[in-house]
């Protein structure tokens, strides 16, 4: 065993300044750059020290607001405070070995992370993280079989999307660049509501999962950082509307765009940041409505009103003015008939990938627990 701080040497970034920012230069990878939430890159068209340069294959991990291991894929760039350049000059280390198992350390240890408003380790704490250092070969052997299975996930996933993609596709092609009358979402929509504008009361009842932004993805639902509101606390929050299954919530604030169907089976309120869209079943079907909400149609006019916005979101008002086509019910049904199937596709391919991310959370465990 050994100590973070004693197998490599951690180069902490330059603190920039919104005033050192420029449109031309090199540019400057910050923590939002790491983690994908960025929508906006800055750059650094001035001189430099040579320790804060970044280049393709070198290691980051970032030690404030998010914690994570990270290896650069990109151009020459520059490094922004708060992350940490990895330089491996004081142990032979396998950098693919080292990513791995610095992945698990920094879980582990964001719990112990302080910080009121933002998680973050300090230097001393870092340095005193135990690391397993075995031999360089054994170091080899472990990495490629991690490897393995990483890469084997990741092909799990390029699947889904190639999936989402399809169905995407073949939206475009029934409804796109047809003689369908335009309409609006308020036009084919029963109900349109906004969330409370509260914080809820989270009290872990599972009865009632309170669904916000975090959880909304590109057509369904992320479960693993649901929250839950109490009984009181869930009719306090569908006085305006109760959430039924086959209704859309779309997330109107941050990341926003994405939407999903309710499913059946559960008791949903509105968290925060949050939209519901009730199709009209004489007019629309659910299938149909989502698609269109996640059509690049509906995205790039959410995109015009975000123009100059300090904090990318959706105003109420402009969702239901958004404007689609309404194709027969035939058609939708076609259509939704389609994305069962590709669904159903999809569920053999996510079920292979939990068992793969099983199984590398179970290496990983033997190897570093």
């Known amino acids: 065993m050994a100590k973070l701080g004693d197998i490599a040497t951690y180069i902490n970034g330059y603190a920039f300044k919104p005033q050192d920012w420029s449109d031309e230069g090199i540019p400057i990878i910050r923590i939002q750059d790491l983690t994908g939430n960025s929508y906006q890159a800055n750059r650094y068209n001035g001189e430099y020290a040579s320790k804060y340069e970044v280049n ?8 404030s607001a998010s914690l994570g291991v990270y290896v650069w894929y990109g151009e020459k760039a520059v ?3 708060h992350i940490f350049k990895v330089v491996f000059d004081k142990e032979r280390i396998s950098k693919d070995f080292f990513v791995h198992q610095v992945g698990l350390i920094l879980e582990n240890a964001a719990s112990d992370a302080h910080g009121a408003t933002m998680k973050h380790l300090t230097k001393p704490v870092f340095d005193a993280l135990p690391f397993y250092l075995p031999p360089y070969e054994k170091q080899c052997e472990i990495a490629g079989i991690l490897d393995k299975v990483t890469s084997l996930i ?7 999307d190639k999936l989402d993609e399809l169905v995407k596709a073949r939206f475009v092609e029934m409804f796109e660049n047809s003689s369908w009358p335009n309409t609006s979402l308020n036009d084919i929509c029963s109900e349109i509501v906004d969330c409370p504008h509260s914080t809820p009361k989270y009290e872990g009842n599972l009865e009632h999962p309170a669904i916000r932004t975090t959880e909304i993805k590109k057509g369904y639902i992320d479960w693993d950082s ?3 509101v109490s009984e009181e606390e869930y009719q306090k929050r569908i006085k305006s509307l ?12 941050g990341t926003y765009g994405n939407a999903a169907i309710i499913p059946d089976g559960y008791e949903f309120c509105l968290g925060q940041r949050v939209m519901l869209f009730r199709p009209n079943k004489t007019k629309c079907i659910s299938a149909y409505v989502l698609y269109a909400i996640l059509s690049d149609r509906v995205k790039r006019q959410a995109d015009e009103k975000n123009v100059g ?3 990318p979101h959706v105003n109420v008002a402009d969702a239901k003015q958004f404007d689609v086509v309404l194709p027969p019910l035939e058609l939708q049904n076609q259509f939704a008939a389609f994305v069962e199937r590709v669904d159903k596709q999809k569920q053999t391919v996510q079920q292979s990938l939990e068992k793969l ?7 990983m465990q033997e190897y570093f627990g």
Do not use: F, H
């Open 56 to 63: 393709d294959g070198d290691v980051l991990i970032s030690w």
């Open 154 to 160: 990741s092909l799990r996933k390029q699947q889904l």
């Open 309 to 311: 916005a300090t904090v």
């Open 357 to 363: 991310e099983l199984m590398k959370k179970a290496l």
């Open 242 to 253: 109760k959430p039924v299954p086959g209704d859309i919530v779309y997330g109107r604030e």
């Open 79 to 81: 490094l922004n405070q």
């Open 226 to 228: 649901m929250k839950y």
